[in-house]
């Protein structure tokens, strides 16, 4: 079964997906459930019907493509939302991907033993509710008050956001019921990071997806004039920051190679020229692959920030906002994609996702895979967003080719 | 000549003018111009005469009490504009306690050689174009441009701020024209620090104000996804600001004991939790007492954050926003002061300022004094803005016995 992808058309796909949803400032902004959304759906359930796969959408939109076969599901899917001003590959790679194997497989007719299934699963980005809307709904993980009082990015209520669209919070609640038994995941996607590239790899095998902690934080001392208050009378909470920022960088850098810390979020009260910062609220997150190193960040760095807050004569608060665990791919496909590699002679690199995936909430239902390529400068949810196409090509062959191996 | 102020007077002065242009949030609101400030205005013109002091308003509203003699004026003075939810001392303290002082010489029927001014000078806090607006104004330092196409701190025009009042920019710029010749001005205000309160001194003879520079600053770095991009592959913009705001810090205060920095407005960009900050964008502020210390601030300050930039792969920008010199006081008057407080068994204590005031824009034509008095925890420029009433008295009286004595 020595069959390839249609490279032109699945990139001619996902040129013809770019097109829906351009926003004003160059990029993508196709949120689910957006008009631009639901205009990508219909044209996604368009190429799905030309390709004589069986259709189907569940109660949260979640689209699938199904080849018939006995025994459980081999799946494969991503997502085609996008984040605010995003760009055209993220998610778009891996369902499209993911449509033109099954599109491959259907053409050669190929009398594989077990049913194949694409999946496009709505909100990854977590526009709306959280990250992984539809493969949370897919499981069967979600919480009717999360929907039910969900605020949305935009600032409306997610119950808004439903009107316009054949979604009710009850179909979304439901949609775990029509699922059927899966055995394997795979999805394909964009690095959204530097490695791959500055390795010169054109396949990144994933062996994990790291876990992450996000807090809001904060340090509270006291506003002051800044001409008239000495600096070993102050209380400056931005300094705690910074030395927060600092020292937090350095143990992760130092004791936990690979994990990630990051200050992405600031504000500074009250936050003028002659004033000694009183207070500061910044987002806190870390990420790794390891459980136990996210459990020793969670210790260590709280108490560190404990730590300078005391020194400092400061305060300091904590909320989490979000936590995930983290998920190892399972060693049996990644053993699959290394024969595959060696086999079709593309260099290939483990590398553990630093980003969340849907893949990581199939997880808990069945053994899951993930395929990297490289993307440009590492830049991601941006319109600068690019990839090298001959990349994409050796990734959708791979994928086509551990799929064919799954579902025997 | 050993007279007193009232003090019960002048407390009660200050209490009345604090119930103008009181707003919702519990502080005084009255810019200069405002609907508040010209009832304040008035209210203060209305004193001065009942005091039988001559009244004078020049064409940039400063208001002016004179008592009559020979020679070039002693004058007296502060502001009674407040900042946005300010308090009822800052300004209000001074103008009052000088009108107290040249009330208690007029009732004393004293035959002073030298002519005695109040002076009330507007918009001292800068709410409009800049500190200073009438000390400047009186000693003819503004330029025309900065009137015409000033905007104020609330968005409009300065143009249009004066369409409610007798005020042009004509009469603003000549205002100097009517001024006489000053020998020596004097200023009592509340410290707006906590120095004198913390070494329990309820005099603080003012040896010179600090002069600032005002900065606004940016380190460029290059966004990046915070779970894709490792540590050390990032340019992340705000760590470079932490360790910018620690070690600038660090080295004032073991190298400039006294001086000040401050890094009190910040903006993180693009300012999301799972996006490495790309720029940071910050307000920088240093100010010294000493002309050669601001000038080896300025030369050390931005070749540390070169440096950290260079470092850190990230960019440094940095434009002047604003540069005043530092002022020392006259020797002469602080030598009266000491004495003074001698006589009266007031204890004191020689501080620097690290505030602006108008004494330091009359020091370009006259030798100038301060006292300072202690304010509640140092606590300025917010409705919690309180004093010690018995460290006023003796304040006030400090100040008449100077003025007496510069008086002849």
Not at 232 to 241: I, M, S, T, Y
Request: hydrophobic share 40%; with cysteine.
């Amino acid at each position: 079964m020595d069959i390839r992808v249609n490279f032109e058309r699945l990139k001619g796909d996902i040129e013809s997906l770019a097109q829906i949803g351009r926003d004003l400032k160059g990029g993508i902004t196709r949120p689910s459930y957006s008009k631009a959304d639901l205009i990508a759906q219909e044209w996604l359930k368009e190429k799905i019907e030309a390709a004589g796969l069986l259709l189907r959408q569940d109660g949260a939109g979640n689209i699938f493509a199904r080849l018939e076969g006995k025994g459980k599901t081999i799946m494969v899917g991503s997502h085609i939302d996008t984040v605010i001003n995003g760009g055209m590959f993220d998610g778009a790679v891996g369902v499209l991907s993911g449509l033109e194997c099954l599109r491959r497989i259907k053409e050669e007719n190929l009398n594989l033993s077990k049913p194949l299934e694409l999946a496009s699963f709505v909100d990854e980005e977590g526009n709306l509710v959280g990250d992984f809307l539809g493969s949370r709904a897919f499981i069967g993980l979600l919480e009717r008050e999360t929907l039910e009082k969900g605020m949305t990015q935009f600032g409306i209520p997610f119950t808004d956001v439903l009107k316009g669209t054949q979604f009710t919070i009850d179909s979304i609640m439901e949609a775990h019921k029509q699922r059927l038994e899966i055995e394997s995941f795979l999805e394909i996607h964009i690095e959204q990071g530097p490695t791959l590239e500055m390795e010169n790899k054109p396949i990144g095998i994933v062996d994990s997806i790291a876990g992450k902690h996000y807090r809001w934080c904060a340090f509270l001392g006291k506003a002051s004039h800044s001409g008239t208050t000495p600096l070993e009378l102050r209380h400056d909470a931005f300094l705690g920051l910074a030395d927060f920022a600092l020292r937090s960088t350095q143990h992760v850098a130092t004791k936990h190679y690979g994990s990630m810390v990051t200050i992405g979020k600031i504000n500074v009260h009250p936050g003028a020229f002659s004033v000694v910062p009183g207070q500061v609220d910044f987002s806190f997150e870390y990420r790794s692959t390891s459980k136990e190193t996210l459990e020793e960040l969670e210790k260590s760095l709280l108490a560190l920030a404990e730590d300078i807050a005391s020194t400092r004569g400061l305060e300091f608060k904590s909320t989490v906002v979000d936590k995930t665990e983290p998920v190892k791919m399972s060693p049996r496909i990644i053993e699959m994609m290394k024969e595959e590699c060696q086999k079709l002679g593309y260099p290939f690199l483990m590398i553990p996702s630093g980003a969340g995936h849907d893949a990581q909430i199939i997880a808990r239902e069945a053994e899951v895979g993930m395929i990297f390529i490289p993307c440009v400068d590492g830049i991601s949810h941006s319109p600068e967003e690019m990839i090298n196409w001959k990349d994409l090509e050796k990734g959708a062959n791979l994928l086509l080719a551990v799929l064919l191996k799954l579902a025997g």
